[in-house]
């Protein structure tokens, strides 16, 4: 399986830049990297994914280590909105993909 | 609007019973997913489908069933073989790898 690791839990201060680290030393050439978000009893929402390069859109930035074994989301400023927990993914080229058990962040207004 | 949808909300049933969990999606998309997430936990993969009548299994497949007949449905039967089926399913769709997946609003089943 491809596996990720996150922390367990992270807090940030509102208005302050989070940085939510995902380790994936296995990862494969043709591999996906995902970054999702749930809140409680809700269904994951899509934030960000990318392939070698950096990212970027209007939810947050992906940073992607030269040797893509790990991987960092970045939420510039964060908001109590962004209080969820965050899910790291591989998106395998055969279109299989598996959550680990992510990063609940904490927002501190 | 396009969307995926999973029906009912909230289902209740008694032990020993089969019952089916609905997903839908208007999107287009070739692939659909079953996960179970447990109170606290991470999504894990229940079962998986590419393209119409084919699928494979997941992780944690025992238990389940599913069927593939048309693009736009992916059905999930709990069985009266899972040994502990309380739990919040989720169902989600996507393109390919290189695009966004898009997740129900779940379906949280107790079995009593």
């Known amino acids: 399986d491809a596996k990720t690791t996150q922390p367990n839990s992270m807090e940030s201060n509102e208005e302050e830049p989070v940085h939510l680290p995902c380790n994936h030393s296995?990862?494969?050439?043709?591999?996906?990297i995902h970054w999702y978000r749930q809140l409680p009893s809700q269904g994951p929402e899509y934030v960000i994914h990318g392939l070698t390069s950096n990212v970027n859109n209007r939810m947050a930035s992906l940073a992607i280590a030269e040797d893509r074994k790990s991987s960092t989301l970045i939420l510039h400023r964060a908001t109590l909105r962004d209080a969820a927990v965050y899910y790291c993914?591989?998106?395998?080229?055969?279109?299989?993909?598996?959550f680990g058990t992510g990063t609940s962040l904490t927002v501190i207004p | 609007d396009g969307g995926i949808t999973q029906s009912p909300k909230y289902l209740f049933r008694k032990e020993g019973q089969n019952v089916t969990l609905s997903c839908e999606q208007n999107?287009?998309?070739?692939?659909m997913y079953w996960y179970r997430q447990d109170p606290g936990q991470g999504l894990r993969l229940i079962y998986y489908s590419q393209i119409v009548n084919d699928f494979q299994k997941g992780d944690i497949a025992e238990g389940y069933s599913v069927s593939r007949e048309k693009k736009e449905s992916f059905p999930l039967t709990v069985t009266s073989a899972q040994k502990n089926p309380t739990a919040f399913y989720l169902c989600a769709s996507s393109f390919t790898a290189n695009t966004e997946a898009f997740f129900g609003q779940g379906t949280r089943l107790t079995v009593v």
């Open positions: 999107l287009n998309h070739d692939a």
């Open positions: 993914i591989l998106r395998l080229i055969s279109n299989q993909f598996y």
């Open positions: 296995t990862i494969s050439g043709t591999d996906y």
